[in-house]
């Protein structure tokens, strides 16, 4: 069993978020430790433009303006290039923030990355995850195993901003 096929280490309230700088869809570093003082949404996702993906980005997308009103920035992170992510961007029309951790350290040490079952056979990915973080840097939430469909509205009920 190598390093990656461990189970991930999983994150949990009170936790410090792991800082990060990553490209955007259009190559511009962002870093978690710039949003400090605002919440943040940061959302795992195996790959854009698949059917899953892009419901949850357009449901996030969709959420954006609620979201924002409630204090709550978005980052979704995936492995795709770069190039990718800002197809997806205009494809899609998606309003939010997209990052690319094509190594998958940031995923790794959100524990969004490892083994994970997949239509009942054990594989090594992306584990579709979620976090809320304060506005100190630390998990507030940690949700992991998320359902595509349906979860940007679970968690604004979470959130208590339905």
Excluded: W
């Excluded at 449901?59 to 290039?81: N, V, Y």
Aim: proline share 7%.
């Amino acid at each position: 069993m190598t390093e990656t096929d461990a189970a991930p280490v999983r994150l949990a309230p009170g936790d410090p978020a792991p800082d990060f700088t990553l490209p955007d869809a259009d190559g511009t570093p962002v870093s978690l430790s710039a949003y400090r003082g605002r919440r943040v949404i940061v959302y795992c996702y195996p790959a854009a433009l698949t059917p899953g993906c892009t419901t949850q980005a357009v449901d996030f997308t969709a959420a954006a303006g609620d979201l924002a009103e409630a204090g709550l920035e978005i980052i979704g992170i995936s492995p795709d290039p770069v190039e990718k992510l800002a197809r997806f961007r205009e494809k899609e029309d998606l309003r939010i923030t997209l990052v690319s951790d094509p190594g998958k350290q940031v995923m790794q040490a959100y524990g969004a990355y490892g083994p994970k079952k997949l239509y009942g056979k054990e594989v090594v990915g992306v584990i579709r995850s979620t976090f809320v973080i304060d506005a100190e840097g630390r998990v507030e939430r940690a949700s992991y195993n998320v359902k595509a469909t349906g979860h940007v509205a679970k968690l604004r009920r979470d959130l208590g901003l339905d």
